[in-house]
């Protein structure tokens, strides 16, 4: 356990009494479980969950619990957003569980990249021995079985957590086993929310087009309104199926098993209930012929307005390119693809997202805008990796780009042996 655990989180954490305690002490703890808290003490979402946190890490930890589950226990790492260290011990002397040290910031970044942590709170819940990630959110947890019952809130199959009645706008029920052998779009979104409303709107005409073109495909929506009238005036505008507004507990296992931070999130599935990709609502706005569905992802995408989003999940590799010439931008596809390739393969391997994405950037007015953003030169071909998230670029600025080049780049790095310079 300490191995993976140690590769996560360093060889040491602190207490709220500032003792330090070796990861490798976790194991004769008994514990089997880690929840990766990441939060800050001047957020206000943050100081609402701290009661309730506490109240279940005191529950599931406590005699009873510790019986009930087989002396399986549950330890929460407190990742911190802090910026400054006198905060940062304020905060963590308040808090019953261990928490990263504060001087380990380079780490912290590297586990909010890791994890694709868009906001805060995020509580996400890893497999003690092998450092995987069971469940990426947390917090639908501690609301829907604060007494621990369902503990160690693994994933389940689709087919499990979507089973039971689905509901058609015309008020006629199904049961669920009717998605079987189709390809699935489960979508998050609301009526409330101004970017659901417009992808609602593609994703019509999408569906359409699928199904014209003889494709088994059903989206199934899960709602996040505030009101089930509101879930109706909503779901009469779409030709799918959804859960059943009613059916709260349905709808929240199904946010929990996809890790939803967000709306609009479009998760596709193939026919056996696997995830295609996460990014169905880039794809929907980036095919709206749909002929690339089911839209399996691309080693290397082409930087575009729709999926500029995904510069904010974490570290990206963008070549920029002159786009003027012609060819360029797929010939910089092809450089760089087999590179992005064995990347994602080797951490496929592992059961883990690819610390890095890829792209190609021609020159347009959101790219301009990116440079300007980022303070990048004018250079084309331009080679840099981008960390929004640590506000950190990497340059390399060369007259001709080659693999040899992109591959120890890249190896670096991961590496950490790459120095960052501020955006």
């Known amino acids: 356990m300490a191995g993976a655990l140690a590769e996560v989180l360093g060889e040491v954490l602190v207490s709220a009494d500032g003792e330090e305690v070796a990861v490798s002490a976790l194991a004769a703890r008994g514990v089997s479980l880690v929840g990766l808290y990441f939060g800050c003490s001047l957020s206000g979402p943050c100081a609402q969950l701290g009661a309730s946190l506490a109240a279940f890490y005191g529950r599931f930890r406590g005699e009873a619990a510790a019986a009930a589950s087989g002396a399986q226990r549950l330890e929460i790492v407190f990742v911190s957003a802090e910026q400054e260290q006198q905060q940062w011990q304020e905060a963590v002397r308040t808090m019953p569980w261990l928490a990263l040290p504060f001087a380990e910031k380079h780490r912290k970044l590297k586990l909010w990249n890791k994890y694709r942590v868009s906001n805060i709170p995020s509580l996400i819940f890893i497999d003690a021995s092998t450092g995987k990630v069971v469940c990426r959110n947390g917090l639908l947890v501690i609301r829907d079985d604060p007494e621990g019952l369902e503990f160690p809130w693994g994933p389940k199959p689709f087919s499990e957590v979507v089973a039971g009645p689905l509901l058609r706008n015309n008020g006629q029920t199904l049961d669920s086993s009717a998605l079987e052998g189709s390809h699935v779009g489960v979508y998050f979104s609301a ?16 569906y ?13 929506f899960v709602s996040a309104d505030r009101s089930e009238d509101s879930f109706k005036q909503y779901f009469s505008e779409m030709p799918w199926v959804a859960v059943p507004y009613a059916d709260e507990a349905r709808r929240s296992r199904l946010n929990r ?4 931070q967000g709306i609009p999130t479009l998760i596709v599935l193939d026919s056996e209930g696997e995830v295609i990709t996460r990014q169905g609502r880039v794809e929907v706005l980036n095919d709206i012929e749909c002929r690339e569905f089911p839209w399996h992802p691309k080693p290397v995408l082409e930087l575009t307005d729709s999926n500029a989003v995904q510069l904010n999940e974490g570290p990206c590799l963008v070549l920029f390119v002159d786009s003027e010439d012609d060819g360029e931008s797929e010939a910089a596809k092809q450089l760089i693809q087999p590179i992005a390739e064995k990347i994602i393969a080797k951490y496929k391997a592992k059961e883990e997202e690819a610390p890095l994405l890829f792209f190609v950037a021609g020159e347009d007015d959101m790219t301009d805008s990116l440079r300007d953003y980022t303070n990048l030169p004018e250079a084309a071909p331009l080679l840099t990796i981008l960390d929004m998230s640590a506000r950190a670029k990497y340059v390399m600025d060369v007259e001709e780009i080659t693999p040899e080049i992109v591959e120890a780049f890249v190896s670096d790095f991961l590496a950490d042996k790459l120095k960052p310079e501020p955006i």
């Open 191 to 206: 009526h409330w929310c101004p970017p659901c409303r417009s992808l609602t709107r593609v994703l019509v005409e999408s």
């Open 208 to 220: 359409r087009k699928i199904k014209e073109a003889g494709q088994k495909f059903e989206i199934l």
């Open 257 to 260: 098993l996809y890790g939803i």
